[in-house]
C-alpha cells in the first residue's frame, strides 16, 4: 500500500529515496541473486529527474557492492548522497533530507517491503512512504507533479552535483573560508524579471523556506503582473563560478512608494546559503532606495524557518519600526551601506533607481 499525506500540495516532493532490492532491481544483492535492472522503475527515475526532482538511496546493503552495481548499470549518477549501510531507514532519510538542505515533508520513500515503509511511516510522518507495487498511480499524484519545469529544474541534478565538487574543493582546501570563497570566482547578476525568469521566480517563491522573509508565495500570474507594474520592482539574482551556473537563487520584490519603498519580500535558494550573496542583493536594494532618495522598510513575516533572515536584516542595519513578534516591519539606515564583498562581482542588468512620484 501507498501511505499519502493528507495535503496534496502540487509539486511538494522534491527528493525521492529509493530502496534498492527489488525496487531499483529484481534480486537481493548479497544474497547473490542474478539482478534485473526493473526498466519501468528507472523510466520514472529518469522521467522525474528531468522535471526537476532529486533521487537518493536509502538500502540496507554494502555500500561499495551496492555502488558498484549502480555503476554497472550504468545509473549511479543518478542518486546523490547515497545512504546505503545498515542503519534504520527513517535514519538513512533524514540524513539526506539534511544533505539536501531540504524537509522531511518534501521527501518521498519508495521500498517494496512493508516493514521498511512502516518504520520511515512511524518514525517520519512527514514523509509519504509508497509501495514499488503502486509507483506508476503514485507518481500520477499532484505532489510528484511541479506546477512548472523551468530550465534550473531540468539541470537541478547537474548543479546539485557541482556543489557537491565544491564542497569537495573547499574540504581539501587550505586556507580560509573567504580564501575559498575568492577562488570561485563567483558573479551574482541582478537585473528585472524577465518573462522567461517568471516560472522560475514562482518556483523559489514556494520551494524556498529558511531564507524567505516572509513565507509569502506568488503565483506565475500575480509575479507577471508586478514584473510589468510601474509601481513595483521584481529583481531576479543568478550565481555562477567556476564549477558552473546555480540558476535564478534570488528574489526581491520591491513596491515603490514617492517617500518610502516597502521590500515586500526577499529570498535566496537555500543552496547559495553559505556564499553570502543574499547580503549582496539586500545591500543591492539598499543601494537603489538611496539613489532614488526615498526610505527602505522590509517585511518580515516570522514562519518558523526564516530565523536566518532575521539576523541577515539586523547584519545589513535594519531596525523595527513597528508591529508584534510574529509580523513585523523593519526600516534600514542607508546611510551605512556595506560593500560588496571582495569574493563576488556584482553584474547588475538594467537596474535603475527611478523614483515613484
Not at 518504520?119 to 506508476?136: G, K, S, Y
Request: aromatic fraction near 8%; hydrophobic fraction near 45%; glycine fraction near 8%.
Amino acid at each position: 500500500m501507498t501511505s499519502y499525506n493528507s495535503a496534496k500540495k502540487q509539486g511538494r516532493v522534491k527528493c525521492v529515496v529509493w530502496d534498492l532490492d527489488n525496487t531499483v532491481w529484481d534480486g537481493v544483492l548479497l544474497e547473490g541473486d542474478s539482478l534485473t535492472l526493473r526498466a519501468d522503475v528507472v523510466s520514472i527515475i529518469r522521467r522525474l529527474d528531468g522535471m526537476g526532482i532529486l533521487h537518493s538511496v536509502a538500502s540496507k546493503n554494502d555500500h561499495a557492492v551496492a555502488m558498484r552495481q549502480l555503476e554497472a548499470f550504468g545509473i549511479a549518477d543518478l542518486f546523490l548522497y547515497p545512504e546505503i549501510g545498515w542503519n534504520a531507514k527513517s535514519a538513512s532519510i533524514r540524513q539526506i533530507a539534511a544533505a539536501f538542505n531540504i524537509g522531511l515533508d518534501a521527501i518521498a520513500f519508495v521500498d517494496d517491503q512493508d516493514f521498511e515503509r512502516a518504520e520511515v511511516a512511524h518514525a517520519l510522518p512527514q514523509v509519504t512512504c509508497v509501495d514499488v507495487a503502486d509507483l506508476a498511480t503514485a507518481v500520477k499524484q499532484a505532489e510528484f507533479s511541479p506546477r512548472f519545469v523551468t530550465p534550473e529544474s531540468r539541470q537541478r541534478r547537474r548543479m546539485y552535483q557541482g556543489q557537491i565538487a565544491r564542497d569537495s574543493a573547499e574540504h581539501e582546501f587550505a586556507g580560509t573560508s573567504e580564501e575559498f570563497l575568492a577562488s570561485l570566482g563567483m558573479v551574482l547578476t541582478v537585473g528585472p524579471a524577465r518573462n522567461e525568469d517568471l516560472q522560475r521566480a514562482e518556483e523559489l517563491t514556494v520551494r524556498t523556506n529558511q531564507l524567505n522573509s516572509t513565507g509569502r508565495t506568488y503565483t506565475y500570474a500575480e509575479l507577471d503582473q508586478l514584473s510589468t507594474s510601474p509601481d513595483h520592482l521584481l529583481l531576479v539574482a543568478s550565481l555562477t563560478d567556476r564549477f558552473g551556473s546555480y540558476g535564478a537563487i534570488g528574489l526581491a520584490l520591491v513596491e515603490k512608494g514617492g517617500y518610502a519603498w516597502s521590500l515586500r519580500l526577499l529570498l535566496m535558494s537555500c543552496r547559495v546559503v553559505s556564499r553570502g550573496v543574499g547580503t549582496v542583493l539586500l545591500n543591492h536594494v539598499m543601494g537603489l532606495a538611496r539613489d532614488a532618495q526615498v526610505r527602505l522598510q522590509a517585511d518580515l513575516v516570522e514562519t518558523g524557518r526564516n530565523r536566518m533572515m532575521q539576523i541577515a536584516y539586523g547584519f545589513a542595519g535594519f531596525t523595527k519600526i513597528r508591529g508584534d513578534a510574529d509580523q513585523v516591519v523593519l526600516e534600514a539606515d542607508l546611510s551605512a551601506i556595506q560593500p560588496c564583498p571582495p569574493y563576488v562581482r556584482l553584474d547588475i542588468a538594467g537596474v535603475t533607481a527611478e523614483k515613484t512620484q
